[in-house]
């Protein structure tokens, strides 16, 4: 990563957002998230300078870019065969002391909706929606999580997107060096086939790690 001006956080567990103090504090990139991340980019020792706090239904103009916040949901967790929407915790002030895996709670969950000039762009951090929130966004982008649990049939219906990029469909325990095996792999092919499923016109990229993507 060279010279980030923005990290926008979708939620608050550690696979997200663990590395946002280092990457922060290293460029001096502003953070965009919910109240615990900002409570733990702050007992990390990020700036205060650089953190917004958001609630969900922000609009957010920048230079190049304006950015709409949305409230959402964490995925859907299968225990026993049954489906359930996990409770969301949150961590309210800065820690004292070291920041341990306890602290690292979803926090609330939002997508953060995107326009580049004529493009625009939906990013969800996790494989979950609250539907009634997408209607009206058609973004020509949509950067979506895998999640088995989760029926994509309405969503994708209501987004209509133009491109869907997969994400969150790697083993984030293992480093990248590991490379991507065909277990992770088909985890990524079973929501581009999902996709198809419902409208074959749209385009679906799974990406290498660290790939570069141009959105024309």
């Known amino acids: 990563i060279s010279g980030p001006d923005y990290i926008f956080a979708g939620h608050s567990h550690a696979d997200h957002i663990a590395d946002i103090p280092f990457i922060a504090k290293r460029f001096g990139a502003k953070v965009i998230g919910s109240r615990t991340t900002i409570n733990l980019s702050l007992s990390a020792g990020v700036d205060k300078a650089q953190l917004t706090t958001i609630s969900g239904g922000e609009k957010l103009d920048f230079k190049d870019f304006s950015v709409q916040v949305i409230e959402s949901q964490h995925g859907v967790l299968n225990r026993g065969g049954q489906k359930r929407q996990p409770k969301s915790a949150e ?126």
């Open 91 to 216: 961590i309210t002030r800065p820690p004292s002391g070291p920041i341990r895996g306890r602290h690292f709670v979803e926090g609330g969950s939002y997508l953060y909706y995107f326009t580049f000039g004529k493009i625009r762009l939906l990013d969800q951090s996790t494989g979950n929606f609250i539907e009634e929130n997408l209607r009206g966004l058609e973004p020509d982008v949509a950067i979506l999580a895998e999640n088995s649990n989760y029926d994509w049939t309405e969503a994708i219906k209501i987004l209509r997107p133009k491109t869907v990029i997969v994400h969150h469909y790697d083993d984030w325990h293992v480093p990248l060096s590991s490379g991507m095996t065909a277990a992770v792999r088909r985890r990524a092919q079973r929501l581009q086939g999902e996709v198809r499923s419902i409208d074959r016109n749209i385009k679906v990229i799974i990406p290498e790690f660290l790939q570069t993507i141009t959105l024309e």
